[in-house]
Nanobody
Framework: VQLVESGGGLVQPGGSLRLSCAAS????????MSWHRQAPGKERELVAG????????NYADSVKGRFTISRDDAKNTVYLQLNSLKPEDTAVYIC????????????WGQGTQVTVSS
């Protein structure tokens, strides 16, 4: 099982990035996918989630209207579009796959760094 994030980098405030998370080794379409982030000295927090059917999404209040999560099951990839970035969005962004099989089955990626700074 692998989740490999990409697309992070250094961006100025107000800028945009598109993160990708490529999945392999499991049935991607059976899993709910989500993006989380962790800043230095802070707890990991949920940023956005998307249902396995792609028909339901949810967002942290801090990113609503700025970030968009989507998935492409043909490519086994989940995306996070980050717009109107702020310095407080600086963090490692990590994707997660989850499904319920009598208990939660979770897989995590290693993360990609997003730094918002002028």
């Amino acid at each position: 099982v692998q989740l490999v994030e990409s697309g992070g980098g250094l961006v100025q405030p107000g800028g945009s990035l598109r993160l990708s998370c490529a999945a392999s080794g499991f049935t991607f379409s059976s899993f709910h996918m989500s993006w989380h982030r962790q800043a230095p000295g802070k707890e990991r927090e949920l940023v956005a989630g998307i249902s396995k059917a792609g028909d339901y999404t949810n967002y942290a209040d801090s990113v609503k209207g700025r970030f968009t999560i989507s998935r492409d099951d043909a490519k086994n990839t989940v995306y996070l579009q980050l717009n109107s970035l702020k310095p407080e969005d600086t963090a490692v962004y990590i994707c997660k796959a989850r499904r319920w099989v009598g208990q939660f089955e979770d897989y995590w990626g290693q993360g990609t760094q997003v730094t918002v700074s002028s």
